[in-house]
Nanobody, 119 residues
Framework: QVQLVESGGGLVQSGGSLRLSCVAS????????MGWYRQVPGKQRELIAS?????????ADSVKGRFTIARGNANAKNMVYLQMDSLKPEDTAVYYC???????????WGQGTQVTVSS
């Protein structure tokens, strides 16, 4: 089994910054993708950013230029971070960490962390 634990959410004013962290434990090997999603009540969970094992990144248009995803170094491949700058009230959501892929075809989620941006 794979377990993910997120941290770093909270309350911030518009224009501020937050950094989310996620650590994955368990059977994670080979080529896999780690990413961040967010969800607001009544809407589907949406992909914000992802990064695979060879460094290919993908961002939602709404966060390009403001958010940066990073993976841990060679000794911490199971960690992923999301640096969020120039935050807007519409970024308010529960943010979830995700890992998928590998030889065991993993698709695991963290418990979510609340990010609230006040205007």
């Amino acid at each position: 089994q794979v377990q993910l634990v997120e941290s770093g959410g909270g309350l911030v004013q518009s224009g501020g910054s937050l950094r989310l962290s996620c650590v994955a434990s368990g059977m994670i090997t080979g080529f896999f993708t780690m990413g961040w999603y967010r969800q607001v009540p009544g809407k589907q969970r949406e992909l914000i950013a992802s990064k695979n094992s060879i460094g290919t990144t993908n961002y939602a248009d709404s966060v390009k230029g403001r958010f940066t995803i990073a993976r841990g170094n060679a000794n911490a491949k199971n960690m992923v971070y999301l640096q969020m700058d120039s935050l807007k009230p519409e970024d308010t959501a529960v943010y979830y960490c995700n890992v998928r892929g590998g030889p065991y075809n993993v698709n695991a989620w963290g418990q979510g962390t609340q990010v609230t941006v006040s205007s």
